[in-house]
């Protein structure tokens, strides 16, 4: 008798194998096969062991695989290649012996003398029958020419798709297994890793649909990268999610870097701005409103005189949707009402005013380009009215115009201050007062009522400039008010001048009435920092009472008289450190300025000052402990219920780029810019370390997931590279392929198949670098950020290449990290280089 036979085989196997075929044949009456097919006698009757691949795919095409006692679907996996596997369809009443089957399956497999069949859980399979009955419901085997049986580490469990920890039986390893592992620097590996949560397979998705799938290639800077798809996973849907992002709350204040900014509206409201939102915040109601029509940062900002509407600046992007223009909007309703000069400025705009006469019809602006450009618009029609070269080599910091000529501006920076007149040509005449190469840097500009111009410098002196009757200008009075630099200044109705020294960190009153004598004065805290910008709080009323930004990005309020408390907390440095309570709307942030701050909602509750920068931060899984990783290589411990340091740990001279807690808590590994891993034991509830073992690696590691099991950790390199590594086994795992299946319990990394999708997508350009990602709790969304500002809210997984999204823009420059709450009811982002902190509702679409 004579079997015929094919196979149904994934690519990695070979479809011409020649399945029951031995050398010199079965025996006398079979007839020898020639080119890829099999040729037999009319006469012979013996039943096939496996049917033809086109019947299999005609039979189970959209059906899940029915298994009946003769037939049966198998997996089959090289137990020391896990690349090399296929599936087969046998017939499980050949009258073939069982033995000689298995070693036609190794031929399949690329295997010489293959001997063994193996169940993932490490059971040997003997016979037909046991594939029949005790071993019905195991779809996947392992092939080995192994005499012994060998110690696959997991097992799959009954349920379909579920998998459990399977302990490893120690064996000592063979001469042939040793020369092998001391070949691959590795130990063979499983196709499959631990799972602890059964994963539903959707009903139309069918186990053949999973198996069908190829691995996806992505091109990042220039190297392909490969993901491999997993056995079992959720349906992709293109489709945009369900819910989008809306901005809650905006945290601290752009005072490192502005002049001017913050403004009181007739409404009570505090008006300044982070990043691209313009912010007014109501102190009374602990509530904020959010303009967000600016797609790059906003660079500076003027009110209205009527107080009825704002323009505001932003600076110029890299795309036509994000040119550098003026946006006139509404306070009250904030509606977008006029947008001027789009297209017009190079770089961005340095300065803004309105006019003070007229009804304000008339708006300046200095462009941030290479000539700097003076241009004035009527701007309730976009008319450009005439502009200047000012041809300063330096930013202008500020202009004006003169409160009592609407012809008349003036500009100042370093080594400048100049009065533009325009004429009624549209030209324009200057009169430089501050010229080159002067190294005066004018940093602020006031009126008194008579019309005299008071300007503030960056040697701590005031100077008043008043007009002759010819209508020239001179020094009326200078005088040294401060040590250093004086930031802002403002003159009271009453005639009271306030000017905010940086280094000094005085506010000091000045009695313009009295020839300037000094009225009082008072000192911020070294904590706040120099002063940047001053406003009354109820702006017409002579209560004393005033609104001082810092350039540490806070907001006081206080008066000469009493002290200044803060009422806007900011990171004031680069802000890279982010992390989320497990079970509380807690979340804790941690930068350059070495401020690690926890948050509830709108409110801070503590802010713990250390000796070191940091990059990275992350929470205890009991929610006790605060582990941040600083640039020097330290991690410091904190106490999460108050903020008190409970210790340091030197763990290398690399910056610690990022951490994470197993789902146990027993152990933390730590990412460096060395490339390694850094495993410490931990214990007390998070608070004491011990350190474990190290894990070598090259590139820089810049984000870090630990698996379900504790087994594995996934890592993603500055050049995007996808690293696995065996925690138990202290080796790098090197077969993307064995850790397909691995289930993960964070989701950090910015690679992977699942969501490959968010790379190269087709609605938005390529040249899009993501830069943080995260996972939602439920595993339905999918949050990214990349290096222009974007935030995008996908489905998860994100597979397709058309995954459509929600988008917000809010940032310029890179969005250092984004991470969902651990209800997913909110979203926290971090910019890394301005350092805005933004709270996100996710709500319904």
Known sequence: METSCRFVTEPQCNNNANYGKKSGGWNSTTTPTTGSGWSRQSSMSRKQSVVDANELTSATSGLNITKSSTTRVIRIINNFDHTVQCRVLLNLRTTQPFEEVIEDLGHVLKMNNAKRMLTVSNQEVRSFSQLRNEFSDVDTFYITSESRVLSPPFRRSRSRGALAVEPIINTVPTKAEKQRRARSKSRPRALYAADTDIVKVPPDYTVLDVMKEEPIRVQIRGARKTFFPPMVHSPSDDSPPDKRLTLNWVYGYRGVDTRRNLWVLPTGELLYYVAAVAVLYDRDEESQRHYIG????????????????????????????????????????????????????????????????????????????????LSVWQWQWGHLLGKVATMQTEDILGASFHPLDDNLMITYGKGHLTFWTRRKDGFFEKIDIIKAPSRTVVTSLQFEQEGDVITADGDGFITIYSVDSDGAYYVRMEFEAHNKSINALIMLPEGTLLSGGEKDRKIIAWDSLQNYNKITETKLTEVYGGVRSLYPQRPGRNDGNIYVGTIKNHILEGSMQRRFNRIVFGHSKQLWGLAVHPD????????????????????????????????????????????????????????????????????????????????????????????????????????????????????????????????YLQTVTAEYDLVFWDVKGLIQEKSAPAMKDVKWYTYNATVGYLVSGIWHNRYYPISSMISTANRSSAHDLFITGDTDGHLRLFRHPCILTKSEYNEEKVYSGQVSSARFLYNDRNVVTVGGTDAALMLWDVIED
């Not at 040119?323 to 509404?330: D, E, L, M």
């Open 294 to 373: 600016h797609t790059e940062d906003i660079q500076c900002m003027d009110v209205h005189p009527s107080k009825e509407m704002v323009a505001s600046a932003q600076k110029a992007g890299r795309t036509r949707k994000t040119q550098a223009h003026i946006r006139i909007w509404s306070p009250e309703t904030l509606y977008t009402l006029y947008i001027v000069g789009n297209g017009e400025f190079e770089e961005g705009v340095s300065a803004l005013a309105f006019s003070q006469l007229t009804g304000g019809n008339y708006l300046l602006a200095v462009d941030c380009g290479r000539e700097k450009m």
């Open 584 to 711: 509380d709307e807690l979340f804790a942030t941690a930068g350059y300025d070495k401020n690690i701050s926890l948050w509830k909602r709108h409110a801070l509750l503590w802010s713990t000052q250390i000796t070191y920068e940091c990059v990275s931060l992350t929470f205890h899984p009991f929610g006790t402990a605060l582990v941040a990783g600083s640039v020097e290589g330290y991690l410091v411990i904190i106490n999460a219920e108050n903020g008190s340091v409970v210790s340091s740990v030197r763990v290398c001279g690399s910056a610690l780029t990022c951490m994470g807690f197993n789902p146990a808590g027993d152990t933390i590994a730590v990412g460096s810019q060395n490339g390694s891993v850094y495993l410490y034991r931990v214990s007390r509830d998070g608070f004491t370390f011990k350190k474990s073992n190290k894990i070598r690696g090259v590139q820089p590691l810049v984000h870090l997931d630990w698996s379900t099991d504790g087994n």
